[in-house]
């Protein structure tokens, strides 16, 4: 099975900030890769999909690339309402999906 | 509004069995695959299973820790997703989400607010 491994676990960033965040699978994979967002007490929401396609409604700040083994998820300017947790998920073969075990981004 | 809204989550015996459901609404559910994702308290998200579109739900796939144990289905002409939890462990404390996929090469677009599953003793 694919292994999707986030980097870092934590990362400890300020308003304004530059963010990226790193999702590495264990063997190349498709382009269907996904990111989404989640807060405390609350369901997961749609980042990107498909590598780097920006969800409905979600702000431009969010970017996504990556090919291969490497993914990575960028904010370019963080703001106050995206200290959250993130997760990959690599979700190319309908029978069985990965998550990345999730990076929480928190107030420096 | 489209809309997921779980249900039946509660506390279980270990060996024990739940059955959860999932109520959609606003969009065209028949069009769409369905899936669970559950959380363990304090972890990450792990995939669980996925059905395809059709009402018989001939496509069922499972995560590895499930298999033999838990049950997805739907049923198209209600509107409803369900799990089928049986022989229940420690382990599958979680809170259990389900969420929509339209196919690549969105992701999943819609999720519900989650029901928690507590096996104990």
């Known amino acids: 099975d694919i292994q999707m491994t986030q980097s870092p676990s934590t990362l400890s960033a300020s308003v304004g900030d530059r963010v990226t965040i790193t999702c590495r699978a264990s063997?190349?994979?498709?382009?269907?890769l996904a990111w989404y967002q989640q807060k405390p007490g609350q369901a997961p929401k749609l980042l990107i999909y498909?590598?780097?396609s920006l969800d409905r409604g979600v702000p431009s700040r969010f970017s996504g690339s990556g090919s291969g083994t490497e993914f990575t998820l960028t904010i370019s300017s963080l703001q106050p309402d995206d200290f959250a947790s993130y997760y990959c998920?690599?979700?190319?073969?309908?029978?069985?999906?990965?998550f990345g075990q999730g990076t929480k981004v928190e107030v420096k | 509004e489209v809309q997921l809204v779980e249900s039946g989550g509660g506390l279980v015996q270990p060996g024990g069995s739940l059955r959860l459901s999932c109520a959609a609404s606003g969009f065209t559910f028949s069009n769409y695959w369905m899936t669970w994702v559950r959380q363990a308290p304090g972890k990450g998200l792990e995939w669980v299973a996925n059905?395809?579109?059709?009402?018989?739900?001939?496509?069922?796939y499972y995560v590895a820790s499930v298999k033999g144990r838990f049950t997805i289905s739907r049923d198209n002409a209600k509107n409803t997703l369900s799990l089928e939890m049986n022989s229940l462990r420690d382990e599958d404390t979680a809170v259990y989400f389900c969420a929509r996929w339209p196919g690549w090469p969105s992701a999943c677009d819609v999720w519900g607010q989650g029901t928690v599953v507590t096996v104990s003793s």
């Open positions: 063997q190349s994979i498709s382009t269907w």
């Open positions: 059905i395809n579109q059709r009402t018989s739900g001939s496509e069922k």
């Open positions: 998920q690599h979700y190319g073969d309908y029978s069985t999906w990965t």
């Open positions: 498909a590598t780097s």
